[in-house]
């Protein structure tokens, strides 16, 4: 029986290689299993002894009591090369040089958070002042543009911006500071 099923194993006959697979797969994983001490590999190792054992029908001795060694030694020489290109991967891993640390980004997100609340409340307390106001707070603190910059842009005297400005910014950090604390509260 057993030079049968070996005469048909070497002819590649799939049926006997199902045969073989159903009856020592689980012998093969369990073997795996234990050696490496994860089921994946040992899953892995499964299929590449059966690969393995198929693309090596071939030489497979004609006589035999049983194909169980012949099929034992594939497990293990697929273990030794799994551990040999794992023990690679960790050397080749370990010549790479460390990356950047991740940094933390809870804090930069709530300060992004507090950012986009008091944007918020300065465009709340922006739209409370007068349009001329507006224009010149927007012009030189958001544009950057200088006192005779804004007063080009606006068609007013430079003096003008300069005291609408000031007392734009008074206006403009209570206001905002008002609405920062409703915010607040409502929050609570």
Known sequence: MERKTRARLRAGDPAAFSELFDEHAQAIYRYAARTTGDWAAAEDVV??????????RGRLEPEGDSVVP??????????????????????ALSRIPPGDPVPDFADELVGRFEDAQRVEAAHTALAQLSSTDREIITLCVWAGLDYAGTAEALGIPVGTVRSRLSRARTRLRELTKTTMQKTMQGEN
């Open 47 to 56: 299929s590449l002894t059966f690969l393995e054992a198929w693309r090596l």
């Open 70 to 91: 012949w099929l034992f030694g594939i497990a293990t020489n697929v273990l030794r090369n799994k551990t040999r290109a794992t023990r690679r991967h960790r050397a």
